[in-house]
């Protein structure tokens, strides 16, 4: 029989050696690190093995410098054939006769009823329409008068500018694409938010749909429907559908499971499930949808300009096309009045609608009891506009800012542009920008081997998002040189890359910044806000002012356009980060820089890598609309292509940006299931 002791008590730590905690610290987080890099590792293993197999074949079959002749194909001449069946056959064919052509002579007559429809309605008359629903819309109280205020200002001004007949062609044109749009991508939503097959297959689609470059849209419209509104229409609808589409589908697969099972437990059918359940609640998304699909459609209207959509944006494309800086500034700015405009009013509906639609005041300023007062308010003072005031915005109301604009950038041109002393001047800046960063950095991406550029891609998008993504930035980056616009598109490629890292570095510095100073994100929100609701071409009208035309001012263009995205992203992850770690790190005497660089920043790696992948595809986008202000190479492909009727040559290059698109996305967005994302 043994007896039991018990054991001696193991002698308390009174002290670690020095260094000890940090030693196993340091070994604690090399080994996470590790076990992270192992799978990015074996798969680099794997490509590089390929890699030692295939390159040298490559190379001594092709060469080494720039993609090889043998591996080009000829689209242009296909296309350009295409082109040309298509004005031979446009009259005889079936498609044209029976289809396409009642498309065509429908987005005509549509717009152009819209359009009169408002012109003879008077400026007096549309105004107070617009006034009284902002108002309605954003509900009593001073956040309806804010909203009917906004209204009151965008209208007053688009008239006191001399664009009202320009403004309402813009709206009427928004007005068609909306609708289309909205009921387009809520039907795509619909299907996607009841079906897991269809939005399966529907995912992919939107994808592409929103990496294209808007410009990408223009050019087989225009093959097809001819320049002129239907073509600018169309492509409206398809670059403003994938935001309604995603967001109805979210808003109906988020649905409260308890509300869904609720309601089959009281017998409803999946159809009254759908109208009394889903519907409801899915409404603050399907709103926001709807506000995203309008501040779309104005962005692409703008663009659309191009084409003979006419209106505010053809007023923009037109005074840029002759560095006409005032003229471009007065069209620009009913632009981004209207953005504001309407962003503002359906912004203030997703409110009302998040607030269950309660509200202060009396009874009779809520409901259908509004309506009614809104609808006879519009009724008495349409009948005393059309005593009172005549039907067009007069002449003699018009102020004209093209020429003190043209003066003051005259002057600015003189005196701060260039010869400024010890600073240069903003001009001297851009051609230092050019022959110092872009020169050598497309010099640089010629010189490369084309193989190296494409096993490069591969291996960028292997450690981003696996096989998938690896073989989907291979075969784009190759197809690049294949469809025989290799140069054009490592130009461009090299603006891009500038402007993102010129973005990212402005935007990962001045989110951090207010996300440690709440002072400083409250003054940026408002610019971040405007900023966000410029449509493309505005942009170029102040890098034009400051840089003159050339590759700077586009990338210039393209760092403001990415860069709201940008920091909101980053602020929003750095807030984001666990409270309590940071509370942590302050405990053990962590300083500010220890916290961020430390704490916040590792915490929010997911935010900081969408924020990059939005960058990229933003700067992309801008990059080609740079070509209206001598980016040259792929942006000046498509503008040739769109002006001179030159299809090959246009949709060769718009082909090329949606490759490029699709290699810049696919080294970027990281797999939500990537390992790293976690430690």
Not at 532 to 545: D, E, G, H, K, N
Request: aromatic share 6%.
């Amino acid at each position: 029989m043994s007896t039991l002791t018990p054991e001696k008590p193991a002698p308390q730590k009174t002290g670690s050696p020095p260094g000890r905690d940090q030693r196993v610290a340091t070994r604690s987080f090399l080994a996470r690190r590790l076990s992270v890099l192992r799978p990015s590792t074996r798969r680099l293993g794997v490509l590089g093995v390929a890699a030692v197999l295939l390159v040298p074949f490559a190379a001594a079959l092709w060469g080494s410098g720039a993609w090889p002749a043998d591996l080009t194909v000829d689209v242009k001449g296909p296309l350009d054939d295409a082109y040309d069946w298509v004005l031979d056959n446009r009259d005889t064919s079936p498609v044209f006769l029976y289809f396409l052509l009642h498309l065509s002579n429908w987005a005509e007559d549509s717009v152009a009823w819209v359009t009169d429809f408002l012109l003879n309605l008077g400026w007096f008359a549309v105004t107070a329409a617009a006034v009284l629903t902002a108002w309605r819309v954003g509900g009593p109280g001073r956040r309806g008068l804010r909203t009917a205020g906004t209204a009151l200002g965008t209208f007053v001004v688009c008239g006191l500018l001399g664009m009202w007949e320009a403004t309402m062609e813009t709206l009427a044109l928004m007005a068609v694409a909306v609708l289309v749009s909205a009921l387009v991508g809520g039907l795509l939503g619909l299907g996607a938010g009841l079906s897991d097959r269809f939005e399966r297959i529907l995912r992919p689609v939107l994808d592409t749909m929103q990496i294209m470059p808007a410009f990408a849209y223009l050019l087989p419209l225009v093959l097809v429907f001819d320049i002129g509104v239907p073509s600018a229409l169309i492509a409206t609808v398809v670059y403003a559908a994938p935001p309604m589409a995603r967001l109805t589908s979210l808003g109906l697969r988020g649905a409260d499971p308890a509300v869904m099972e609720a309601s089959a437990s009281l017998g409803a059918t999946p159809v009254q499930r759908l109208l009394t359940a889903r519907l409801p609640l899915a409404r603050k998304e399907i709103l926001l949808g709807l506000n995203q699909t309008i501040m779309m459609a104005l962005s692409m209207v703008t663009i659309a300009s191009v084409i003979g959509a006419g209106g505010l944006g053809e007023e923009v494309f037109r005074a840029l096309s002759t560095v006409d800086v005032g003229q471009a500034l007065a069209a620009g700015i009913p632009i981004v009045l209207l953005a504001v405009w309407l962003d503002r009013t359906t912004a203030a509906a997703g409110d009302r609608l998040g607030e269950g639609g309660a509200g202060t005041g009396a009874a009779w300023l809520h409901g259908w009891r509004a309506w009614a007062l809104v609808a006879g308010a519009f009724a008495a003072l349409l009948a005393v506009g059309k005593a009172a005031t005549p039907s067009e915005w007069s002449d003699d109301w018009t102020v004209g800012i093209a020429r003190p604009v043209n003066d003051a950038v005259g002057w600015f041109t003189r005196n701060l542009a260039e010869g400024v002393p010890v600073l240069g001047g903003t001009r001297t800046w851009a051609d230092g920008f050019t022959t110092g960063v872009l020169n050598p950095l497309r010099d640089t991406l010629t010189a490369t081997p084309w193989w190296l550029l494409v096993l490069l891609a591969a291996a960028l998008a292997l450690l981003a998002g696996g096989w998938g993504a690896m073989c989907t930035a291979g075969l784009s980056m190759a197809a690049v040189g294949a469809i025989g616009v290799w140069d054009h598109s490592l130009d461009t490629l090299s603006q891009a890359i500038a402007a993102v890292v010129l973005t990212l570095l402005a935007g990962f510095v001045i989110g951090v910044a207010a996300a440690r100073v709440p002072l400083l994100e409250r003054l940026l929100r408002p610019v971040l806000d405007t900023m966000q609701t410029l449509p493309q071409f505005i942009y170029l009208i102040p890098v034009v002012a400051l840089f003159n035309v050339g590759r700077a001012a586009a990338v210039a263009a393209a760092v403001l356009y990415a860069l709201p995205a940008v920091v909101r992203i980053t602020v929003q992850g750095l807030r984001s980060v666990d409270a309590a770690a940071l509370e942590a790190a302050r405990s053990m005497g962590a300083g500010t820089w220890q916290q961020i660089r430390q704490v916040q920043l590792p915490l929010a790696r997911p935010a900081l890598m969408l924020a990059l992948n939005q960058g990229v595809v933003l700067v992309l986008a801008m990059v080609i609309v740079g070509g209206f202000v001598g980016s040259g190479a792929l942006g000046y492909d498509v503008v040739y292509g769109l002006q001179k009727s030159e299809l090959g040559v246009g949709l060769t290059a718009g082909v090329a940006i949606v490759l490029l698109g699709l290699v810049l996305d696919r080294t970027t967005q990281r797999r939500t299931d990537d390992r790293s994302l976690t430690h």
